[in-house]
């Protein structure tokens, strides 16, 4: 079964957040909550879609993740580009920390 | 150079004003995203793959020293330290926060620039040749003309909402720098047979996912007809201009769907109707636009510099530079310097706040606080004392900005990709950073001549890869980036259409398909044929055998 977070750009910053096991929005894809399967990706994204977090995120969405040496990396290049930066500006975005 | 007048001043500051409400409202919730979205969009911000990003217009692409400054400034206070110059000579900055967005306006608002109009289905920002006033082969300054159509054009109530995004470029040379053949509207400047100087008026040209060179609805408008012509042209598009399916919605489809003739006809019967009316500027109107482009206090030089010539002979760098970056300039002893935005192996358009506060100032120095930026991405000093150039020139290759490439092979168009964009399918820049490298040897590139790679990241064709002498369109196959190539594309007054090669490459073969195709270029080129020439003669064949061989 495909493996599944949801992500999403912070309403204020813009900056990609995931959606956390407690409900809240992580700039680190590791901390997301994962949904194992069609139905539970549903209700995951149904639960980061409801009207009381237009004012904290904008256009969530989930992606196909992997389990590697105990992290999360998504199956499209795309989406592992939003968790580092730019490639080809290593300083900036998350991979510069 | 223009200077706004106290109406464009309030217009600006009420449009930043109204955004600052928005912009609270929704972050307060006060307003969903979806209510948010167009409004954001009108005043250029977009969300992007990592961040917010915010596209300023550059009108007509042009700049005074205080405003490129200004830039600089606010890819400091708001940005990481840099912006990135477009193909429709604007500027974008990539890491904006949506909270501090209506000071980057009020800030730019200050210097007389906006965000206006850079997004969303209106008439965007005019382009026109980087080399408008300066240039030796001009029949008359563009820019004039695409103020007036600026202030035609701007907040426009009929033309808000039109099927789609709708963009003019003008050019008053006849060696066609501002691609003007591939936009919604092409102007061309030319004499008729009475000696009037107007405009042949080309449409429905554009890129894409479906490319058209634009065809001519007019050979000649006058001046003075001009405006209320754009306008019935505008008028009929945004009746019959389709608005049920986005992709075909730009106007090169209604060309393509009724035919040229057609179209004619249909404008000139709405011009008919309008011609007489407000929109016809008389000359005493365009007189007072010509002399806000005066040109600047000139001195009278000769057109020989012996100390320039004296640091061309000794100075084989320098030389070299003024080879590729100095073009021919109108008036005698002064010349045109263009500032390549494209070092070896860097990312194409981009420039730093330093970088950006160091042209204008230089600017100040040698070109009369005059900048330019081109639609391929560099930037131009254009009115440089030919005595001036050597210590400007130094002052570049200090801060990286006297790479001696313009219309060389690692001159490349790039957008900015899957790097940055939401809409992109593959990288573009990692690719022109690779050919860069791959052709960075200088003797190498003087022997292949000028030579247009274009790169787009998805089929939207921002890398304009569809005009390019070899065009790169990057695409995802199975999750994978994978290259096509397209060969014969022209932007110039010959404009073409390139043609697909074949089958794409991985990311991993696409140099050296590139390479093999320069090399086949340079043995079969005959004494002064350019890569696009003996493309033209040869046709795509020989080249297509380098890349697939007997596949």
């Known amino acids: 079964m495909s493996l599944q977070v949801v992500t999403a750009n912070r309403l204020d910053d813009g900056l990609v957040v995931f959606l956390t096991a407690d409900g809240g929005w992580s700039e680190n894809i590791d901390q997301s909550r994962i949904a194992d399967g069609k139905e539970a990706g549903d209700a995951l994204l149904a639960e980061a879609s409801v009207p009381e977090l237009d004012t904290v995120i904008v256009g969530p969405y989930l992606i196909e993740v992997e389990q590697q040496d105990g992290g999360l990396i998504p199956t499209k290049y795309r989406e592992v580009l939003r968790t580092k930066g730019p490639s080809v500006r290593q300083d900036l975005g998350y991979q510069a920390e | ?551």
């Open chain 2, 1 to 551: 150079m223009y200077r706004y007048d106290d109406f464009d001043r309030q217009l600006v500051l009420e449009r930043t004003e109204q955004f600052r409400e928005q912009v609270k409202r929704r972050l307060s919730g006060d307003i969903t995203e979806d209510q948010f979205r167009p409004l954001r969009l009108m005043n250029g911000v977009y969300l992007q793959l990592h961040a917010y990003m915010l596209r300023v217009a550059v009108p007509y692409g042009t700049l005074r020293a205080d405003q490129l400054r200004q830039l600089g400034y606010i890819a400091r206070r708001y940005d990481k330290g840099y912006g990135h110059f477009t193909t429709r000579q604007n500027i974008q900055y990539n890491w904006p926060k949506l909270a501090e967005i209506p000071d980057a306006l009020l800030d730019l608002a200050k210097v007389e620039m906006h965000a206006i109009q850079t997004s969303g289905n209106c008439i965007r920002n005019t382009t026109t040749d980087q080399y408008a006033g300066a240039a030796a082969d001009e029949i008359e300054d563009p820019r004039p003309y695409c103020e007036l159509i600026r202030q035609w054009s701007t907040f426009h109530p009929e033309f808000t909402y039109l099927p789609r995004k709708f963009k003019i470029a003008v050019t008053g040379s006849p060696n066609d720098r501002a691609a003007v053949k591939v936009h919604d509207i092409g102007l061309r400047m030319h004499q008729n047979d009475a000696g009037e100087v107007g405009f042949e008026v080309i449409v429905g040209g554009g890129l894409g996912r479906t490319p058209f060179v634009g065809k001519t609805v007019r050979d000649f408008i006058g001046k003075n007809d001009l405006f209320s012509y754009l306008e019935a042209i505008l008028r009929v598009y945004n009746r019959f201009g389709r608005r049920d399916n986005k992709y075909k919605a730009r106007i090169k489809i209604l060309v393509h769907e009724i035919g040229v003739e057609e179209m004619q006809r249909l404008v000139e019967e709405e011009w008919a109707q309008i011609k007489d009316g407000s929109l016809r500027v008389d000359d005493a109107e365009i007189v007072h636009y010509i002399e806000q482009f005066a040109p600047p206090a000139f001195e009278t030089l000769s057109d020989d510099d012996a100390e320039f010539e004296r640091r061309k002979a000794e100075n084989r760098e320098f030389s070299n530079w003024v080879r590729s970056n100095v073009i021919a300039h109108k008036q005698p002893g002064y010349a045109i310097a263009n500032v390549s935005l494209k070092p070896i192996g860097g990312i194409p358009g981009d420039a730093t706040d330093t970088q950006m506060e160091l042209v204008a100032d230089l600017s100040e120095q040698y070109s009369f606080g005059d900048v330019r930026v081109t639609h391929e991405q560099n930037l131009v000093l254009p009115h440089v004392k030919k005595a001036d150039l050597f210590s400007l020139w130094a002052e570049l290759k200090n801060a990286n900005l006297a790479t001696a490439n313009l219309g060389y092979v690692t001159d490349i168009i790039s957008c900015p990709g899957l790097d940055y964009c939401a809409l992109a399918t593959a990288r573009s820049i990692p690719l022109s950073q690779r050919i860069s490298e791959r052709f960075s040897d200088l003797d190498r590139q003087h022997d292949i001549g000028e030579l247009k790679i274009k790169i787009s990241g998805c089929i939207n064709a921002c890398g304009h890869h569809h005009v390019g002498h070899i065009g790169i369109l990057g695409l995802d196959k199975r999750g994978k980036e994978f290259y096509q190539i397209t060969l014969g594309g022209d932007a110039s007054e010959n404009a073409e259409i390139g043609k697909i090669a074949g089958a794409g490459f991985s990311e991993a073969e696409v140099v050296d398909a590139i390479e093999s195709l320069v090399t086949k270029y340079l043995g079969i080129r005959e004494t002064g044929e350019r890569f696009i020439d003996t493309y033209r003669r040869v046709g795509m064949d020989p080249f297509k055998e380098v890349l697939y061989g007997d596949r």
